[in-house]
């Protein structure tokens, strides 16, 4: 359960409580001081379509899991190795940024590529065609088109 104060100006308070609040057991709007500050209560609740949704997803993944019959350890190998490979370039990338002068070198690579980049393919429009064209050949040498 959390919890919200909020100090509001006497205009803003809520005028008609007990329609906005009619289904709560005991008030969840309390005035305290000469401030006039307004505490509210709130529960957090989950909609029926986002756990219908959830349990969809647990129920495709059920229906994925019990169709692969022979490749479960496979996949539990390949799921582990994902994690692994994950952490280990997380902890390589900490690394090098550790280092005094590698950081910078590589901040001002890529600072330099970027640049290039913007100049030979962005600047011009014969330039965009060309990196449109580039794109749209190497997406159906990849999809087999």
């Known amino acids: 359960m959390a919890s ?14 007990k329609t906005l609040f009619r289904t709560c057991r005991k008030p969840l709007v309390s005035y305290t ?13 989950v909609d029926s379509s986002e756990s219908s ?9 059920r229906n994925v899991w019990d169709k692969s019959d022979e490749d479960k350890v496979g996949l539990i ?16 990338i900490s690394a090098v940024d550790k ?10 690579i890529g600072i330099l590529f970027s640049t290039w980049f913007v100049y030979r393919y962005l ?3 014969p330039n965009r ?17």
Do not use: W
């Open 4 to 17: 919200l104060t909020a100090s509001l100006l006497p205009p803003l308070l809520l005028q008609d409580t």
């Open 129 to 145: 065609e060309e990196l449109y064209q580039i794109i749209n050949k190497t997406i159906s040498e990849i999809f087999g088109q």
């Open 77 to 92: 190998g390949l799921g582990f190795a994902a994690i692994v490979a994950l952490r280990t370039s997380t902890d390589v």
């Open 53 to 61: 949704t959830l349990l969809s997803i647990v129920k495709s993944v």
């Open 33 to 45: 001081g000469a401030r006039r500050n307004c505490a509210v209560i709130v529960k957090a609740t």
């Open 123 to 125: 600047l011009l429009k």
């Open 99 to 108: 280092l005094p002068i590698i950081p910078v070198v590589l901040e001002i």
